[in-house]
């Protein structure tokens, strides 16, 4: 019997509300399943936030997480990195 691995997405977000639902859509539409997308916003000032808990009410593979402040790019890089559970990850 084989083991399915399972992965973890890393999506470092800030004010991506013209992408991010085409983003996660895509995501989602995957016939591989058996992954977990860890969001973290960096104080988007945008509908990103809306959207993102929008989704994340939907699906319960996603991890939604808003930053009080935007500590910059390469901390959010990191942050989603040290929140992933599986063995497996990309961003």
């Known amino acids: 019997m084989t083991k399915i691995s399972k992965i973890s997405i890393g999506m470092p977000v800030f004010n991506n509300e013209q992408f991010i639902r085409q983003s996660l859509d895509s995501l989602l539409l995957q016939t591989f399943s058996n992954f977990e997308i860890i969001i973290s916003d960096k104080a988007s000032t945008d509908?990103?936030?809306i959207i993102c808990k929008e989704y994340a009410k939907k699906?319960?593979?996603i991890k939604y997480i808003r930053q009080e402040?935007?500590?910059g790019?390469?901390?959010n890089f990191i942050f989603v990195l040290e929140q992933a559970k599986y063995n497996y990850f990309m961003w």
Do not use: A, C, Y
Request: aromatic share 8%; hydrophobic share 15%; proline share 8%.
């Open 59 to 61: 699906d319960n593979r």
């Open 69 to 71: 402040k935007n500590m």
């Open 73 to 75: 790019p390469t901390w």
């Open 47 to 49: 509908s990103t936030s």
